[in-house]
């Protein structure tokens, strides 16, 4: 069955350290992965994707098929990068996502 | 609208008694999905719509629980005879079709049941 799973449920780490959230998935068919970012009082929005292979906020995430990860990585945190992060597989009929269960990243100065 | 509406944002009920969540999806979207996110807990599907195909609802957790949604429009959420357990934020999020960009989220409905 498919799953994700964010093995960490908080990540706390100091201002300009390097952030690798872990994300491993378990899914019979082709992947597309997503990472969602929820900041405080704000609601849950889209960070990446792992097809356009894009870095934002600093972020990037390579899909690793052989070891089934995708985990989110920033060389140096902000404190800004405070939030729950949410890692999300697309089901192959491009339709459903299903969740892992969130990592709070807690940035201190 | 410029994004996912939901309302109402919060909302307190007494165990027993019915509720309804509504969700305006984003103008064009074809697909929408509710998600239910209970405290410390990921996001659970519930269910999802595509244009006029029969929706999904695998993840329903109850019959208490059902939607709606007409065409391409509103979607109501409906839950009957709450129970504590159903105390979370429902989320709502629409998406285009066969969508590779992710889905845009609501600000969602915080349910409490007393």
């Known amino acids: 069955a498919q799953r994700v799973t964010q093995p960490e449920k908080l990540l706390s780490v100091f201002k300009g350290a390097p952030v690798e959230l872990k994300c491993n998935y378990s899914y019979s068919g082709s992947p597309e992965l997503f990472w969602y970012v929820q900041y405080s009082r704000q609601r849950l929005q889209l960070l990446l994707r792992h097809i356009s292979r894009e870095s934002i906020k600093g972020f990037t995430a390579d899909l690793n098929k052989g070891e089934t990860s995708f985990h989110l990585k920033k060389p140096f945190a902000q404190e800004e990068d405070s939030a729950m992060y949410y890692c999300?597989?697309?089901?192959?009929?491009?339709?459903?996502?299903?969740f892992g269960a969130g990592t709070i990243l807690r940035v201190k100065s | 609208g410029a994004g996912v509406s939901q309302s109402p944002s919060n909302k307190v009920t007494e165990k027993g008694k019915d509720v309804e969540l509504r969700c305006d999806p984003i103008s064009g979207h074809t697909a929408l999905y509710w998600y239910r996110q209970r405290l410390g807990q990921g996001l659970e599907f519930l269910i999802y719509f595509q244009g006029n195909s029969a929706p999904d609802k695998s993840g329903l957790p109850s019959d208490r629980f059902s939607a709606e949604r007409t065409g391409e429009s509103v979607s109501t959420l409906t839950i009957q005879r709450t129970q504590q357990e159903d105390s979370a934020v429902y989320l709502c999020?629409?998406?285009?079709?066969?969508?590779?960009?992710?889905?845009?989220f609501g600000s969602g409905t915080r349910l409490t049941v007393v």
């Open positions: 999020a629409s998406s285009i079709s066969r969508n590779l960009y992710g889905y845009t």
């Open positions: 999300a597989l697309m089901l192959s009929d491009g339709n459903k996502l299903v």
